[in-house]
């Protein structure tokens, strides 16, 4: 992880942990501290969740959550299940934010990877609810995160991390173009909305999702492989309507904008 980065996240979390405490609320666990680099292959269509644990000022709106994310764990068969519908139903996400003392806990999935490969910097493991997850970012909170989809979605929301992502030559891409000419890379479809959605339907998105103006869906089949990397520890995230997840790409953010 760069220096700078590391002094940004340092302040960042210490200024959380002030407002926090002021509010009442403890702030999240500090799980970034002693972080390794992991790499996943063979991940595309895989599933997985992730972990919200989220404090700051509710009244002010400036939350920041920690990200802890299932990959490489919870499966013991290796049959591309890292969030089994058993545990992760049954979580009860009011009891886990009590039982930390924060603002809230948010469960992010079920999600399926549209990645060929992953590098990502994983800090402490922990069991939430008989859920494994290991910390993997820290992620500007928006204020509309658990509620109706539209107020989410076409809005793109800041994350911290120092993460590649990997999709090969000749694996189809679902892109989203914003009005501003940037480019989003699908990383993972949600299967939280709509729990039928499989990774064989996302090349007909296109036809059902609801896209504000000047907002485009395409779809390519890679000619070359795409490397997704963040922009100084940054990255920039957006959703669709149906809460599938994307990455920008482009200039420093990607090997190129596909």
Same mark, same amino acid.
């Given at each position: 992880?760069?220096?700078?980065?590391?002094?940004?996240?340092?302040?960042?979390?210490?200024?959380?942990?002030?407002?926090?405490?002021?509010?009442?609320?403890?702030?999240?666990?500090?799980?970034?501290?002693n972080i390794k680099l992991l790499r996943f292959d063979g991940i595309n269509g895989n599933r997985y969740s992730e972990i919200f644990l989220i404090s700051g000022n509710p009244e002010t709106k400036e939350l920041k959550g920690g990200v802890y994310q299932?990959?490489?764990?919870?499966?013991?068969?290796?049959?591309g299940d890292t969030a089994p519908a058993a545990i992760l139903d049954k979580m009860?996400?009011?009891?886990?934010?009590?039982?930390y003392g924060i603002v809230?806990?948010?469960? $992010? &999935?079920?999600?399926?990877?549209? =990645? %060929?490969?992953? /590098?990502?910097?994983? *800090?402490?493991?922990?069991?939430?609810?008989?859920? $494994? &997850?290991?910390?993997?970012?820290? =992620? %500007?909170?928006? /204020?509309?995160?658990? *509620?109706?989809q539209d107020k989410v979605a076409y809005r793109p929301m800041t994350g911290k991390r120092d993460t590649q992502f990997g999709i090969n030559k000749g694996t189809r891409v679902y892109l989203l173009d914003s009005p501003e000419g940037i480019t989003y890379y699908m990383k993972s479809a949600s299967q939280i909305l709509f729990p039928d959605q499989t990774y064989d339907s996302l090349k007909d998105l296109g036809n059902t999702l609801t896209l504000p103006e000047g907002w485009k869906f395409r779809t390519v089949v890679l000619d070359k492989d795409l490397v997704l990397t963040p922009n100084d520890g940054k990255c920039e995230i957006c959703q669709d309507s149906f809460g599938n997840s994307?990455?920008?790409?482009?200039?420093?953010?990607?090997?190129y904008n596909p």
């Open positions: 992880m760069h220096a700078d980065t590391k002094k940004t996240i340092g302040f960042l979390t210490m200024a959380c942990c002030m407002v926090a405490l002021l509010c009442g609320f403890a702030d999240v666990p500090k799980d970034d501290e299932t990959i490489g764990l919870n499966d013991p068969n290796n049959v009860d996400m009011k009891a886990l934010a009590e039982e809230k806990a948010y469960k $992010n &999935g079920q999600r399926l990877w549209t =990645l %060929d490969w992953l /590098e990502v910097n994983v *800090g402490t493991q922990r069991n939430f609810q008989g859920l $494994n &997850g290991r910390w993997v970012m820290w =992620l %500007d909170v928006p /204020e509309h995160l658990g *509620g109706s994307y990455d920008r790409t482009g200039g420093p953010y990607s090997s």
